[in-house]
């Protein structure tokens, strides 16, 4: 089983649009998938149209068997969801015993699944830390925005804090570029810092397409909503990258 969090610290990356479109993608192929929602704001969840029963806070404070908590949406696609109750369940981990590896003990019986993507919310707080100490790599979207590499930097000095002290071995092992338009110099240039600083790391990049913000709306994947779409070829490659190498 192959655990992914992906994450960047700046907002508007596209992150829980990679989320849910890798996920399916890779359901697509046949592999079983989970998506797991870190971020108390539920994007993930919002995407699928789902109000769950049970979230993440409940396999977190109230040790709710993971069975109970786990959203079919596709063949081979489940999700446990978040939503604001998160917010306490941050508050209530702050004062437990271990409390960046609650994550990771929650979710020791967990199997049959060939990958988990968890969704991580844009910030430097106690639950991303349970989820790089979950993961075993880090799928890192970045936008073609310059603030966006201060996101990027923040986030590499905490993976490096993180595996010091807990003797981890984590790291950015696929930096995704998003909103990637090549008749724009500044994509170019981000991509190029990106290339130097993550040296044969950055994928396909997923170029600017107006299906990605519709399909949402219609609680649809890249893949049903636009398949002839630039970003469902984006991300149908990137997918391949994923599994087979680059």
Do not use: W
């Given at each position: 089983m192959k655990?992914?969090?992906?994450?960047?610290?700046?907002?508007?990356?596209?992150?829980?649009?990679?989320v849910v479109n890798l996920a399916h993608a890779l359901s697509l192929k046949g592999f079983k998938v989970l998506i797991i929602d870190t971020d108390p704001q539920g994007s993930a969840g919002?995407?699928?149209?789902?109000?769950?029963?049970?979230?993440?806070?409940?396999?977190?404070?109230?040790?709710?068997?993971?069975?109970?908590?786990?959203?079919?949406?596709?063949?081979?696609?489940?999700?446990?969801?978040?939503?604001?109750?998160?917010?306490?369940?941050?508050?209530?981990?702050?004062?437990?015993?271990?409390?960046?590896?609650?994550?990771?003990?929650?979710?020791?019986?967990?199997?049959?699944?060939?990958?988990?993507?968890?969704?991580?919310?844009?910030?430097?707080?106690?639950?991303?830390?349970?989820?790089?100490?979950?993961a075993d790599d880090v799928i890192?979207?970045?936008?073609?925005?310059?603030?966006?590499?201060?996101?990027?930097?923040?986030?590499?000095?905490?993976?490096?804090?993180?595996?010091?002290?807990?003797?981890k071995k984590v790291s950015i092992t696929t930096v995704i570029p998003t909103f990637y338009d090549r008749r724009n110099k500044k994509s170019k240039d981000i991509i190029d810092s990106l290339k130097r600083v993550f040296l044969n790391m950055v994928s396909t990049p997923i170029r600017t397409c107006i299906s990605l913000s519709e399909a949402p709306g219609k609680h649809e994947t890249i893949f049903e909503f636009n398949p002839e779409s630039v970003a469902a070829e984006d991300y149908y490659k990137i997918t391949e990258e994923l599994v087979y190498g680059r």
């Open positions: 655990r992914y969090a992906v994450i960047n610290y700046k907002g508007g990356t596209g992150k829980t649009t990679t919002h995407y699928f149209g789902i109000t769950p029963a049970k979230t993440l806070y409940d396999v977190l404070i109230e040790k709710v068997p993971l069975k109970d908590c786990v959203e079919n949406v596709r063949h081979f696609l489940d999700i446990i969801c978040s939503n604001e109750r998160l917010f306490p369940a941050e508050l209530k981990m702050s004062a437990m015993k271990e409390r960046e590896l609650i994550l990771k003990k929650q979710l020791a019986d967990l199997s049959g699944y060939d990958y988990v993507l968890l969704d991580c919310a844009p910030s430097m707080n106690l639950l991303n830390q349970n989820a790089l100490l979950y890192l979207p970045v936008s073609m925005e310059y603030l966006s590499l201060i996101g990027v930097k923040q986030l590499l000095k905490n993976i490096k804090i993180i595996n010091r002290i807990f003797n």
